[in-house]
């Protein structure tokens, strides 16, 4: 080497000279289109299986893992483990609507359409003093009873389905409620969801589940149905769980509503059936969560 020429040091940036630049790999890819966040959220909902950070986070996991985990929502230990948590959470629970007779069940579960519970108790205690009997409610004209049922709400339509009702058990069924499901659904204002109600709580028939909109909601989270309609929904609930559970799985389902299972916001920290339910719309969630199983 020619003295005073000392060798040249590499460069820092790793480039030296006169090599050609290659483009990098991520420049020479051709352009993926560009995921917006809710398609990130959603494919990481369907990948994820166990959240274990802070509230609301999934983790991933292999879509392989996912295919060979053979995930049957109407298996049969699966149904009877939410049973078995729902009995921990609400052991006894019944029917919140106050009543002493099974003519005062039906006018209350008459009135609580569109209204809650809470609000029905309000009205019916001075209702049902002022008019005692069913025969009372069957002499009554439909405007009559409007000003008593009013703060309920649909209050006309929910008037001429109590006093037709009355007049009906009156003139056809001996002034008694009828004990069974057919008899039932032949008066005014009456369909399944109600007949169930007085089958059940009173007369302690199964005659079938009680599918209201807290049950329509959480049977959908919970995957035992993907249906919408409560007739449909009804069906499908019949087959997974137990006769002898029908009566108490619905009251237990409307009280989770009230208390943890909302509409909006469902307190999914504080329930136990949160490791066996894979809901889209949980609010937190430590198992994977499944976009299509939402109220
Ligand atoms: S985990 Fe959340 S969505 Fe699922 S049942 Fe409980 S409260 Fe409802």
């Known amino acids: 080497m020619p003295r005073g020429i ?3 040091r590499p460069a820092r940036t790793g480039r030296q000279d006169r090599v050609a630049r290659t483009p990098s790999p991520a420049k020479s890819a051709p352009r993926q289109p560009r995921e917006n966040k809710s398609d990130r959220v959603n494919k990481d909902a369907r990948v994820g299986t166990a959240a274990l950070g802070r509230p609301g986070s999934v983790t991933s996991a292999s ?4 295919k060979q985990s053979g995930y049957n929502p109407l298996a049969a230990d699966r149904v009877a483990e939410i049973l078995k948590r ?3 959470l609400y052991p006894d629970v019944t029917c919140a609507l106050t009543h002493t007779t099974a003519w005062e069940l039906l006018v209350a579960t008459i009135l609580s359409a569109q209204s ?3 609000n029905v ?3 019916t205690p001075e209702l049902f003093r002022k008019y005692p ?3 009372a409610f069957a002499a009554l004209m439909p405007e009559h009873l409007e000003p008593d049922v009013r703060s309920t709400g649909f209050f006309r339509n929910k008037s001429k389905s109590v006093v037709g009702a009355a007049k009906k058990i009156v003139a056809d069924f001996g002034g008694q409620v009828p004990m069974n499901m057919e008899d039932l659904l032949t008066l005014p204002g009456v369909a399944r969801k109600t007949a169930n109600v007085v089958l059940g709580t009173w007369f302690k028939m199964a005659e079938g589940v009680v599918v209201d909109t807290h049950v329509q909601r959480i049977s959908r989270r919970l995957e035992l149905t993907a249906q919408t309609e409560p007739q449909k929904i009804e069906q499908d609930l019949m087959k997974v769980i137990p006769r002898e559970k029908w009566i108490l799985f619905a009251h237990q389902i409307i009280w989770h509503g009230r ?3 909302y509409a909006r916001k469902p307190k999914c920290v504080d329930c136990l059936l949160e490791t066996i339910c894979h809901a889209g719309d949980k609010t ?3 198992v994977e969560m499944h976009k299509n199983a939402k109220a």
Do not use: F, G, I, M
């Not at 879509?63 to 996912?66: A, E, F, I, S, V």
């Open 133 to 135: 009997t069913v025969e």
């Open 116 to 118: 809650t519970d809470v």
């Open 86 to 88: 729902l009995d921990q």
């Open 6 to 8: 000392s060798p040249r």
């Open 121 to 123: 108790n309000r009205v």
């Open 259 to 261: 208390k943890l299972c």
């Open 63 to 66: 879509p392989k893992r996912r």
């Open 284 to 286: 937190w969630s430590t």
